[in-house]
């Protein structure tokens, strides 16, 4: 059996190759720009395109349709798919395919952004699930049994659920419950497992598709060796429609797809397969270890897990007990060449590699600097602030219909309040909407903005001197 076969054809292809008459037009890497090459030139010859015998995702019959049941197998599913855009792709495909205009779904509100855009492409009605807070790390968890039985209550006809988990900050919770309740009333369960492509390895969390979900995405590229864009899409059920789902994938992905990504991705699951349980074992150990040694610094401190939640050993959330907010730690970071993955008003976020951590006695040494560095700050009287903007269940004001036909203007967020936004004010990373598109902007929602951006958060959805668009309805 091939153990990489979408690569091994790529590998045999450049082997044959003399002269290049096709697309792309760096020719196999013959053409770029001089003073880039020298970076490009050994993937160059890689990246080709749909040629005799290296397939095509969007009818896949060779390499490609071998690379994606061996995927399948590995995670134990019935069904999996390349995706080369992003978890992104995979929620606007999964949205699509399972969903008709107007059906009723219940999207829990701490969802990236994508999950939204995939709401208004179906044209679906969300009804949105206020999260749980992990009141010690003021970040959002995930939904509650109670939350999801009071929304399917109050709205008849749910067709389904779309959950986020695990959460950014690698906190999974169990969905079985959730999912055989959203089955029972008829529904499918949708799962953004972005972060979790390494799940069901040795000591690490078990996925949402062996739960209860029937499909989910997973970003490949955010813990596995593989290409930004890379990722998975998984399906487990037979309540899925392939057929509507193939047609989905191919609406909103490139009819040119990377085969350097795909390589990747074929890679990856090669990867993740000749991974043996020392290696795993030595992981968690490096991780645990380190998660301690940062604890015990003065000034800063490593957040645990919350009760009914596991926690991604990948995962590490760092706080400080001074007057400084995440922003400003991720900063002091970077100054010594340390990139996390994000922060927010509180919390920085370090996604840590599944293999060895190199140099490692340096890393402490920038712990540790950082640590002294802190001992100069005030020490913190009150945490900060926790702004609960939505009622457990809560609609949107405007359908998606409906805001087609509404035009936009621009307003100070400040002056927004009462009004409807007609674009999502999304704090980035991580993506999660502050303010979805379409929602009537409350007194907490700006003033959760002002204290984010007065303590260095980033928007999109802003422009100018802090202003959005919202519905005109005069």
């Known amino acids: 059996m091939k153990q990489a076969p979408l690569y091994e054809a790529l590998i045999n292809h450049i082997h044959k190759n003399k002269w290049s008459f096709h697309v792309p037009g760096h020719k196999n890497g013959l053409l770029f720009e001089k003073t880039a090459a020298p970076f490009f030139q050994s993937v160059l010859p890689l990246d080709v395109t749909e040629l005799t015998g290296l397939d095509d995702l969007h009818h896949p019959e060779g390499p490609i349709l071998e690379a994606q049941k061996l995927l399948a197998s590995f995670y134990q599913v019935e069904k999996s798919y390349f995706l080369v855009g992003g978890s992104t792709s995979g929620n606007h495909a999964m949205i699509l395919s399972s969903f008709i205009e107007g059906d009723i779904v219940l999207v829990q509100r701490n969802c990236h952004k994508s999950v939204l855009n995939g709401l208004e492409l179906a044209g679906v009605t969300p009804v949105f699930l206020q999260p749980e807070i992990d009141e010690d790390g003021s970040y ?6 109670q939350t999801v039985r009071q929304a399917v209550e109050m ?13 950014y900050y690698g906190m999974q919770q169990d969905i079985t419950e959730i999912a055989e309740l959203i089955h ?7 799962v953004d497992e972005a972060h979790g492509a390494h799940y069901g390895l040795k000591d690490m969390p078990k996925s949402s598709i062996h739960k209860g979900a029937d ?33 989905a994938l191919q609406m909103v992905q490139s009819s040119s797809p990377s085969y350097l990504i795909m390589a990747s991705l074929d890679l990856s699951r090669l990867f993740l397969e000749n991974l043996s ?15 301690e040694f940062i604890h015990s610094l003065p000034h800063l401190e490593v957040k645990s897990v919350p009760n009914d939640y596991v926690l991604d050993p990948l995962k590490v959330t760092v706080q400080s007990d001074r007057e400084i907010s995440g922003y400003e730690l991720q900063m002091l970071f970077e100054n010594e060449g340390l990139f996390t993955e994000l922060a927010d008003d ?41 702004i609960h ?5 809560s609609r949107l004001a405007l359908s998606y219909r409906e805001m087609k036909r509404i035009k936009a203007k621009p307003i100070s967020i400040e002056a927004a309040e009462g009004l409807i936004a007609a674009d999502a004010i999304i704090p980035y990373p991580p993506g999660i909407p502050l303010i979805a598109k379409g ?36």
């Open 140 to 145: 959002p968890l995930g939904v509650s049994l």
């Open 155 to 167: 709205y008849h006809g749910v067709k389904g659920i779309i959950l986020t988990n695990p959460t």
């Open 184 to 190: 029972r009333v008829g529904g499918i369960v949708l």
């Open 215 to 247: 499909m989910v995405v997973q970003s490949a590229h955010k813990t596995l060796p593989a290409l930004t864009m890379g990722a998975y899409l998984h399906v487990n059920s037979d309540r899925v429609d392939i057929q509507r789902l193939s047609h």
């Open 277 to 291: 349980n020392i290696e795993l074992d030595n992981i968690i150990n490096q991780t645990l270890n380190l998660r």
């Open 346 to 386: 509180r919390n920085v976020l370090f996604v840590f590699p599944l293999g060895r951590i190199p140099h490692l006695e340096d890393l402490k040494k920038v712990f540790e600097k950082i640590s002294n560095q802190l001992q100069s700050y005030k020490a913190s009287q009150l945490h900060g602030e926790t």
């Open 389 to 393: 903007a939505l009622s457990s269940v």
């Open 439 to 474: 929602e009537q902007i409350t007194s907490k929602h700006i003033h959760q903005f002002s204290l984010l951006k007065k303590k260095g958060a980033r928007f999109q959805g802003t422009f100018g001197h802090e202003q959005m668009y919202v519905f005109d309805r005069t």
